[in-house]
């Protein structure tokens, strides 16, 4: 976490940005090169999940599956992250996030848009874990959307921004541990009326910022096998390890 000075001197940076449109780094408002939202020494410090991780969640240190997905597979067929909920770039993800940083997103989604076409392009259908409509007012924008949208177009998939609602309001899984994530987010989705019967043998990949239990995108993903769904895999742009955040 940054400290309020080093915090107060990024506004700073991005204000001025914003003035003159000097390109300032999104984490530490230090000077970037071409169009590049972290610095050198920003970027240099966002990793990639390690190998091996589970085959089914993406947590690394397990070569086949961990003891979680083993005991409880989960509805989802595959999770992969572009890398670690750590350091610069979890900063930068928490400021989008929770401070309201829409312009963040730009850099956020071209982040995500870099994930392997193998990971992506073979889906029919490409959806933003929803929010509720209380929360969308009151941030201003789906921070998964913003994501989606940065997945290159064209012959890929279709993105559907609304193919799952939210049903009823829930408490920010952070801070929460593993138990108290599912049961806040237990039954929270339901698949969009305008869906019905049209997801019979799709291939879906949900996409969400951080990926930390999985509570949230198992429940996507059990009401869109419950509707037909084939394969859901979830994209997420960070992975937290540790079960935080
Ligand atoms: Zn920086
Ligand atoms: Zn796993």
Not at 3 to 21: C, E, M, S, V
Not at 32 to 51: G, I, N
Not at 88 to 117: D, I, M, N
Request: net charge positive; with cysteine; charged share 20%.
């Amino acid at each position: 976490m940054a400290t309020g000075g080093a915090q107060a001197l990024a506004n700073l940076a991005h204000g001025l940005r914003d003035l003159f449109f000097a390109p300032a780094c999104a984490a530490c408002g230090g000077a970037v090169e071409h169009d590049e939202f972290l610095c050198p020494a920003c970027r240099e410090q966002v990793s990639p999940p390690t190998e091996p991780s589970c085959r089914v969640c993406g947590l690394p240190g397990h070569s086949w599956h961990c003891p979680a997905c083993a005991a409880s597979p989960p509805a989802f067929d595959a999770a992969r992250a572009l890398a670690l909920h750590t350091g610069p770039l979890a900063e930068v993800v928490r400021g989008f996030k929770y401070q309201r940083r829409y312009w963040l997103g730009e850099g956020l989604s071209r982040l995500l848009g870099t994930a392997p076409r193998s990971w992506w392009a073979t889906a029919d259908i490409v959806a933003p874990v929803p929010l509720h409509p209380r929360r969308l007012v009151a941030r201003g924008f789906n921070q998964a959307l913003v994501l989606a949208r940065g997945l290159p177009g064209g012959q890929g998939p279709e993105l559907a921004p609304r193919l799952l609602n939210r049903k009823r309001y829930t408490r920010p899984q952070v801070g929460l541990d593993p138990g108290a994530r599912r049961r806040n987010v237990e039954g929270a989705f339901a698949l969009a009326p305008a869906w019905q019967g049209r997801l019979e043998g799709a291939w879906v990949l949900l996409v969400d910022d951080v990926f930390t239990t999985g509570a949230t995108v198992n429940e996507c993903a059990k009401v869109l096998k419950q509707a037909g769904a084939e394969r859901v895999e979830v994209l997420t742009l960070v992975r937290a390890v540790g079960g935080k955040s």
